[in-house]
């Protein structure tokens, strides 16, 4: 129970601690939250709208998550991020039950729990607005129902009842689990259980399930309305080439360089490890097949690799295998840390940052320094690295919130002119829809644009260049705020 406890203590620091420090334009992405606010705003949770318009390119069960956080909450940045931070802790006390249930040792749970925690990719898209970590935690979901499915098959019903959330999340990308079940029940001779009812009755329940969202949506906007705004051009847009998800694996998750120690563990290990190397080989595989890539789509694989490489890695230490390479490895690890730290302070320094943030990397220089000596005790050396690569996600980001005041465009504007609100009008002249949206959430509606310049009268205007006809203006960042009396 300690361990569990811990985990959630620590789990719940990481995720939700300053998570509202950034404004929605700050590094994050806006489109979702006004999508969101929009739902609320026009009471219509069957056509997603963006800046008025229809915008369908993803299915809406995320939009419908953060109008729910919205409705709880209210309208702000912490709201906008919290299912992302939730579904973010959900996927890490998932890890630990099954990895529970997988080694029946705490110890190694926490450890790939954390493992997993820490990872820079897993942590940055669970304090961010996107659906890519929702998305991982349904998918791990299914994958876990595969799993009990061996012993109970009932669970087959429940893989698709949690397929259903998944492809309401993303899209048919969620399929890529039924791959898995295939493949894995073949290599396991246990294709049988496919002939269950409970399967069946999962899969009818899918088919009729997954259907019904587009018919409400098409039989509410028409076929041809459906077709326009379902552009495949602008939703397939991050082409890259095949060698992608290799640069992007080590961008995400620092721990790839201990998988081959990993794999050398698992091997001298005697539990069967199949399940989640199928889900490794399976899920990189298909998603390289795509010419359309982004390093998130990778982080269904987190999961399984945190499992394989907790328990590869954990074995190792406890039968003394390569002992002397792993603590040689750790303490280059350390000076990675103390150098790394070193560079931010004097990066602070030079910019004459806060003295908080400077004492922050301080600490984590001594803590790094603490850990190089007690390198020996390998467990608390990965848990003090587990430990200074979270914190150091949490350095950058406290570092970004500083820079708040220019990159919050949105929000500088909004309070610039907030106290005017009950007494002008407000329309847009010239802006770009990227930026329209992200003012649309900030006042809390779609914002009229300003189509005939003649005749104004108690109007703010905010444009995107100068308008000539207007001499009196004020400059936030890049934009002109006009006051017409």
Sequence with gaps: MKYLLSLIFITLFFLFFSIDKRAIENKDYPTYAEIAREMLEYKDFIVPRCDGKIHIHKPPLHFWNIALSYKIFG????????PSAFFGFLEILLLFVWAKMFFKDNLISFFSSFMLLSSYGFLHYSRILRIDIPFSFFFSLSIFMIYLAEKNKKYLFWFWVVNFLSTMLKGPVALISFAILIIYFTLERKLFLLKSKYFLLGFLLY??????????????????????????????????????????????????????????GICKDKRNYGI??????IYFFIINLTSVKATRYALPILFPLSIVEGGGLMFLIKENILSNFLKKFLSFFFILF????LSLIFVFLYFNYKMTIIFIALTLILMAIFGYSKVKNLVFSFFIIFFLSSSSYHLIDYWDALHNEKRAWGLSIYKEIQSKLNQYKICTYNLEKRKRKVLDFYFRKVLSKCENLENLKETIIISGSKIPKFKNFRKINNFYIYLIK
């Design 75 to 82: 309208i702000n940045s912490f709201s906008a991020r919290f």
């Design 207 to 264: 088919t009729i399930s997954i259907t019904i969202w587009p018919v409400l949506l098409i039989k509410k906007i028409g076929w041809l309305n459906f077709k326009k705004a379902f552009s495949i051009k602008e939703i397939l847009t991050r082409r890259e080439g095949m060698y992608f998800y290799y640069y992007g694996l080590i961008k995400i998750f620092p721990y790839i360089i201990f998988f081959p120690l990993a794999l050398y």
């Design 276 to 281: 989640f190397l199928i889900w490794i080989l």
């Design 338 to 341: 103390i150098l790394f730290f």
